[in-house]
């Protein structure tokens, strides 16, 4: 029998692989498939392309057919970005506080603001990679940002323990206009968010005691709780399918992720569509879905994430993007102070601009998405009040005012607009 150190030394358990470079099969694949970024759809749709087909399938039976069966590069390259989507992915927070002094953003970022007073303790889990300074895009100083990186090795019961290095950012932008700065937190994997935060309260606290920055305010940042089913629905809806601007142009709304709420009772009418699932995971052409376009669900469903694939037109590129918005975390958390995010990718350039490095196109993708949310956010007062579908139970059909039918994307079918609270 082989001593403990040995083992150590003679098998991949102990040790960071380099995951590009191993095929797992077996218990070894088995380990890797349990862990949390796999989810359920993602073993499922393998098993479908494969022509297999489970009816209620549990995580628990798709691994052991996988496990007990060889998977194709491709097959581990899906698992592998189960792995990376999540974890590498910009996701963006934005929040905006008055500005109160005369001062530039980096004077009293010079005058109030110390780094080093935010201590962080590293752990054979997580350590932050040098030490973050404060920086100023473009000489201009009222846009400041400090970038981080941070080290993690994931430490698990079997051979999938890796180690990766993760950047994260957060930018503080006077908005002249408004009077107003932009707080932007950019984080990566969860880590990066924790970092992130801790350093936008510190150079918040430092600002509001200078006098600087005022008290937060409900307008400040867009949590779960700033709307009911049907507003937020809305919001998310306006976002994505109602977005038809010159600069960003909603082609199809691809995925989205909502609860059924069930402090509701369910009329008859809509229990086809929602009674039984306590939480709903669609993709594909869902513009087209009821779920998008029957107004009559909305006082039921909790949505809390929408994607969308878009056209754009930034200053030096166009082409086709996609942008996942989610009040993060809400699904697996439920918790009410869940934070509005969002994630931008680029799928792609037209002809025109295919010459045009897809990266130095991020960074004002990003800028136009957040403003277009901003606008959304701030615009959601000035809209109608639409009434709830009432439902007629004798005739088992919808009594909603004739005008009020439809959803977001029948655009002459109902005034835009959220509902009151107490019309939920």
């Known amino acids: 029998m082989s001593t403990p150190s040995e083992s150590q030394d003679s098998t991949p358990r102990h040790n960071i692989l380099d995951l590009e470079k191993f095929l797992p099969f077996g218990e070894t694949l088995r380990g890797y498939l349990w862990q949390p970024f796999v989810k359920l759809s993602d073993l499922t749709e393998i098993l479908r392309a494969r022509g297999v087909f489970i009816q209620s399938p549990e995580k628990e039976d798709l691994i052991t057919i996988l496990s007990a069966t060889l998977i194709s590069p491709s097959e581990f ?12 992915k910009e996701k963006i927070i934005n929040r905006t506080r008055s500005w109160k002094s005369g001062r530039t953003l980096l004077q009293a970022e010079n005058a109030a603001v110390c780094l080093d007073d935010v201590q962080f303790q590293s752990t054979e889990r997580c350590k932050l990679l040098g030490r973050p300074t404060i920086s100023v895009p473009a000489g201009d100083g009222d846009h400041i940002e400090v970038e981080f990186t941070v080290q993690r090795t994931k430490l698990s019961l079997d051979w999938s323990n ?17 009077g107003k700065i932009v707080v932007s937190i950019t984080h990566t994997s969860p880590e990066t968010k924790d970092v992130a935060e801790k350093y936008a309260k510190l150079i918040e606290d430092s600002l509001r005691a200078s006098g600087d920055i005022g008290e937060p305010t409900e307008e400040d940042q867009i949590l779960y709780s700033t709307f009911n089913n049907i507003q937020r629905a809305d919001f998310l809806l306006s976002l994505t399918g109602e977005c038809k601007h010159d600069e960003l142009s909603c082609v199809r709304v691809t995925a989205l992720e909502a609860l059924t709420d069930t402090s509701k009772k369910i009329p008859n009418e809509c229990k086809d569509l929602i009674e039984g699932f306590e939480q709903l995971r669609l993709k594909g052409e869902l513009h087209k879905s009821a779920y998008c376009k029957r107004r009559e669900l909305y006082p039921y469903v909790r949505f809390y994430r929408m994607d969308a694939r878009f056209n754009f037109k930034v200053v030096g590129a166009e082409g086709e993007c996609s942008v996942r918005f989610e009040f993060a975390n809400y699904g697996t958390s439920q918790k009410e102070n869940s934070e509005f995010t969002q994630e931008v990718e680029v799928v792609h350039l037209t002809d025109k601009f295919s010459h045009v490095p897809k990266i130095s196109v991020r960074k004002p ?33 919808s009594a909603l005012p004739s005008d009020q039918t439809g959803s977001l994307f029948d655009m002459d079918s109902h005034p835009h607009g959220s509902a009151p609270a107490n019309q939920q």
Request: proline share 2%; charged share 40%; with cysteine.
């Open 162 to 178: 890796e180690e990766s290095q993760f950047k994260g950012k957060v930018s503080l932008k006077k908005v002249v206009v408004d």
């Open 365 to 397: 993708l990003q800028e136009l998405v957040a403003r277009i949310v901003a606008e959304k956010f701030k615009d959601r007062h000035k809209a109608q009040p639409v009434k709830v579908a009432t439902i007629s139970q004798k005739k088992g059909r």
């Open 77 to 88: 390259q899906v698992l592998l970005d189960c792995r990376r989507d999540r974890d590498s």
